[in-house]
């Protein structure tokens, strides 16, 4: 019998791989099948790989040149590139969402029925339900120049960091998409964790505050994630293993949103 977790004979596309959790993907991918693997990112990866595309994810040109460069069939797309917030908004909401979007769009007839799109998502966006009618307004906002003029002149107006409205975004998209990647019988889904110890920590630290990065990992298992434990989900999410999954958003976190949503974690006490 095949085993469904596994990725023998499988070709996937990587986004963000060359550190963090994106080279811990490669590393699994490798150990769990072993596919042929596509990093589109930056920054050469050095974990297991068959090809890379270099691109600055943030550049609507470089973004279509490199989907344009991926042919064949495609089995898994992992959108898991991520900037935070000590980048400009519009490099943000560009890398996070617009790109993300226009990769599994570009790519989507390339995945077979049974494939799959997961996207690397956040803990941070969790306060989606609240500004739905504005990210539906921005998801409804045609052209990647239209998109980030769109959170210009609106990023105040649902809270102000954009990283954590970067992933609001990526949260509703992906459930939206879910539908019209399904009637093509290839499945959606996001993985929110929480702090994880990749570089990009450093520049939460600067953005949201050492103290609210440690007390999360403090209030869910006691430990930072690490990027391995996301990339477990990640995995989970784009093998057969999830043939019925779609349109999910799997919680990555030690319980920390669990304990926040039945009022076992008072959020109050650390924002003072
Ligand atoms: N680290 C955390 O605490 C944390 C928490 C929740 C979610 N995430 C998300 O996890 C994902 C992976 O982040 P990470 O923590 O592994 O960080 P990381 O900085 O280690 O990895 C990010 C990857 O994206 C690539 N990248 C960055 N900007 C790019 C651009 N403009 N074009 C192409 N590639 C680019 C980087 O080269 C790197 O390979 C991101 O989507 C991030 O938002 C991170």
Redesign the pocket.
Known sequence: MSNPFSYTGKRVVV??????????LLDLLAEIGGPEVTV????P?TGPHARFVE?????ET?VRAAAAQIDGRIDVLF??????AT?PPR?VL???YL?LRRLSEQLIDQIPAGGAIVN?????GVRWPEHVTEINELLDTEGWGAALDWVDANLEAVGGDS?SF??EVVRVWSMRSSRWSGERGVRTNTV??????????K??KETMGEQI?EWTAKEATGA??T?RE?AMPLAFLGSEAASYVNGHDLIADGGFNAAMTTGQVDFSAIMG
């Open positions: 986004t963000g791989a060359a550190t963090g959790v994106g080279a811990a589109i990112d930056i920054k990866p691109a600055n994810l943030s550049d470089e959108n898991n590139a991520g900037v935070a980048q490099t560009a890398v996070n790109a690397t998502a956040s803990i941070a990283y970067s992933k929110c964790p929480a702090p994880i110890d990749t570089p990009l920590l520049d939460f990065i930072l994630m990027p996301v």
